[in-house]
């Protein structure tokens, strides 16, 4: 069975610009959860979509949206890049509760 | 004070000794539990769930105090596999799975 696939696994992007990361979750997994994990820093909880909602956000500037597909796959958009925006952007998928199966992340660098 | 907080470590061991990690949650509403393991730029995978039971998997126990609002993870007889950076990750609340995590302590297994 696939795990949660992200792409890219790698972005460079310069300040200002537009990141889109793609997830795709574990089959029949309804939730996608994004998180940002700067170097040397643990993870920050971003968006949390369910059933094609968002359900939850963290303490991220509006710059950060996301959306989820009908098929449960999840998009995560960062608008007007910032330098402090580089880290690695982890998604994560569950089907019923809270425990979550990560991809492997994408690690954007803004520069 | 922040959400979920760890040991900072890092803890050096040698093999086969017996280490623990305590994590500590401040949202009282809490109600699932996990600890991650994640390799130096991988992803974090699940190592398991804790109950309030407590709860064993080989080597690995997991305790949790509600009351205190805590859990721990102890590792017996350390490989040198073990070494990576172990991350608590608590939920928010009844019908609210995203979850919060802790920066993470890093555990060295030295032969």
């Known amino acids: 069975e696939a795990g949660v696939t992200q792409s890219p696994t790698h972005l460079i992007k310069t300040r200002g610009q537009q990141a889109t990361l793609r997830c795709s979750p574990i089959?029949?997994?309804?939730?996608v959860y994004w998180y940002q994990q700067a170097l040397g820093l643990g993870l920050q909880f971003l968006l949390w979509?369910?059933?094609?909602?968002?359900?939850n956000r963290g303490n991220f500037p509006p710059r950060f949206s996301g959306r989820q597909f009908p098929n449960y796959s999840s998009e995560l958009n960062v608008n007007a890049l910032e330098l402090e925006d580089s880290a690695l952007y982890l998604c994560?998928?569950?089907?019923?509760?809270?425990?979550?199966?990560f991809g492997q992340g994408t690690r954007l660098t803004v520069v | 004070r922040k959400e979920v907080e760890q040991d900072p470590g890092p803890f050096n061991v040698p093999e086969g000794a017996t280490v623990a990690f305590n994590c500590t949650y401040s949202?009282?509403?809490?109600?699932?539990f996990f600890w991650y393991r994640q390799d130096c730029r991988k992803e974090p995978k699940l190592l398991m769930s804790?109950?309030?039971s407590g709860n064993e998997d080989g080597r690995f126990t997991a305790q949790l105090n509600r009351a205190s609002q805590y859990i721990s993870l102890l590792i017996r007889d350390s490989k040198l596999s073990d070494s990576a950076t172990y991350l608590c990750?608590?939920?928010?609340?009844?019908?609210?799975?995203?979850?919060?995590f802790g920066a993470g302590t890093r555990l060295t297994v030295k032969p």
């Open positions: 990750a608590v939920s928010q609340g009844w019908n609210n799975n995203d979850m919060r």
């Open positions: 994560a998928s569950s089907w019923d509760g809270p425990e979550a199966f």
């Open positions: 949202n009282s509403a809490s109600q699932s």
């Open positions: 089959s029949g997994h309804t939730s």
């Open positions: 804790v109950y309030s």
């Open positions: 979509y369910d059933e094609g909602e968002e359900r």
